[in-house]
């Protein structure tokens, strides 16, 4: 028996959908959404084809599983802890902003914003799920805290959309040049230190 057939007998089946999304977002990278098969995945994971059907219908589903796992179901988190917590605004802003920044240094999201991008132009549906699934909670959720600051006359009056699309606009910099300009050689971005400083300037800025 081979080394490779050893490990794929000692795999764990909870393990599975995690190696299949880990394959598909490798091929995805590296071959674009069009052109990366569902045997592609299974052969890179290690696995049938009918293995992967078990878990995933379609390329988009792997997508869209790829994407929860990354940040949607994260983001979900943070809006449930900021609806609970009672006070000033300003720590819950930045204990979110800081959290975003993390997932944008300890996952591959930068990866999956310039693989949206890129594809979205000819399968719109892939920017319709990233929209659905994380874009339509972040902002809401910055919006809400926003508002929230400006009725307990913690910030002074400001739009709220238009200020949670500026607080947004600095991680989605981040996560660009993370994804699309280090890997040609530019100096890399401290994404921590860039996040509390951005935060920073926005909270001085709805300062009274």
Known sequence: MTDQSVNKCQRRPEDRPAEILAAALDLFA??????????????????SKGAVYLYFTDKTALLRAIVETTIARELQAVGARAESEPGPVS?????????????????RLPEILKLIIAES??????????FDTTISVALPLFEG?????????EFRPADPAYTARSLAGG?????????VFEPIGKPPLDIAGFAQHHITLILRGLAP
């Open 145 to 153: 805290l926003i508002r929230r600051g400006i009725e307990s006359q």
């Open 171 to 179: 991680f989605l910099l981040a996560a660009l040049w993370r994804g």
């Open 91 to 107: 720590p819950i802003i930045t204990a979110a902003a800081t959290q975003i920044a993390r997932r944008l240094t300890e996952t």
């Open 30 to 47: 590296e071959k674009g959404f069009s052109a990366t098969r569902m045997e592609d995945v299974a052969k890179r994971a290690g696995i």
């Open 121 to 130: 132009g000819a399968h719109p549906e892939l920017a319709q799920l990233y």
